[in-house]
T-cell receptor, first 113, second 115 residues
C-alpha cells in the first residue's frame, strides 16, 4: 500500500499569494490531519477530518487557513493570503477508523518571502 | 485539554553512551491516554518509533524503550547505547483510546550523536 503522499514537496510564495497544498491519505483511512511544524512551536494541528467531516479546525488558524476534503482520497490546504510567518513544514497524516497510530506524509516545505 | 512536555532543544550524546529523553503529559480527558514516540530522520518523514496504550507497559523498537508510567504521567525514551544512525528529531505524543481525536505532540528533541 502506498503511504501518505503530499505535493508539492517545496513551495516558495510571495507575501500575499494564495497557495494550495495537496494530500492523498493511505487508501481506506478515514481520518485525515493537517499539521504545521516549526522549530519553535513543534507540531500544531490545523485541521482534522473524519470521513470527510471537519472535526477540528485548529482555532488560531481559521482566518487564512482552509482545509477541505474533496473526496475520501484527496485533501487540500489553502493559505490565503500568505505571510512570511507561514514559512514552515506542513504535514498531512491519516489514520484508519478507530486506530491509534497516525501515518505521516513527507511534508511540504513552504517559504514565504 | 492535553499537553506534552519533553526535553527541549538539542541533546548531544557520544556514540555508545546511554540516552534518556524526558516526556511528561497532562490531560483532562476522561478517555484513556495512549502514548507514542515519533521520529524524523534527516531527509525523511515523521514515523512512529513506538507506542504504548496500556499503563505499566513498555514499548520497544530499534533498541529504544519507553515505559508508560501513569503515576508520574511520564513516558521517557531510553536507549542503552546510541549509534550515529540515531541522530534525528524525536517527538513524544499523547492520544486517547477510541482514536476519535487528535494527537498532541511535544516540541521535539534533536538528538546529535558524536562519534
Amino acid at each position: 500500500d502506498a503511504g501518505v503522499t503530499q505535493t508539492p514537496r517545496h513551495e516558495v510564495a510571495e507575501k500575499g499569494q494564495t497557495i494550495i497544498l495537496k494530500c492523498e491519505p493511505v487508501s481506506g483511512h478515514n481520518d485525515l490531519f493537517w499539521y504545521r511544524q516549526t522549530k519553535i512551536q513543534g507540531l500544531e494541528l490545523l485541521s482534522y477530518f473524519r470521513s470527510k467531516s471537519l472535526m477540528e479546525d485548529g482555532g488560531a488558524f481559521k482566518d487564512r487557513f482552509k482545509a477541505e476534503m474533496l473526496n475520501s482520497s484527496f485533501s487540500t490546504l489553502k493559505i490565503q493570503p500568505t505571510e512570511p510567518k507561514d514559512s514552515a513544514v506542513y504535514l498531512c497524516a491519516s489514520r484508519p477508523d478507530w486506530g491509534v497510530e497516525q501515518y505521516f506524509g513527507p511534508g511540504t516545505r513552504l517559504t514565504v518571502l | 485539554g492535553d499537553s506534552v512536555t519533553q526535553t527541549e532543544g538539542q541533546v548531544t550524546v557520544s556514540e555508545s553512551k546511554s540516552l534518556i529523553i524526558n516526556c511528561t503529559y497532562s490531560t483532562t480527558s476522561i478517555a484513556y491516554p495512549n502514548l507514542f514516540w515519533y521520529v524524523r530522520y534527516p531527509g525523511e518523514g515523521l514515523q512512529l518509533l513506538l507506542k504504548v496504550i496500556t499503563a505499566g507497559q513498555k514499548g520497544s523498537s530499534r533498541g529504544f524503550e519507553a515505559t508508560y508510567n501513569k503515576e508520574t504521567t511520564s513516558f521517557h525514551l531510553q536507549k542503552a547505547s546510541v549509534q550515529e544512525s540515531d541522530s534525528a528529531v524525536y517527538y513524544c505524543a499523547l492520544g486517547h483510546t477510541g482514536g476519535a481525536d487528535r494527537l498532541t505532540f511535544g516540541k521535539g528533541t534533536q538528538l546529535i550523536i558524536q562519534p
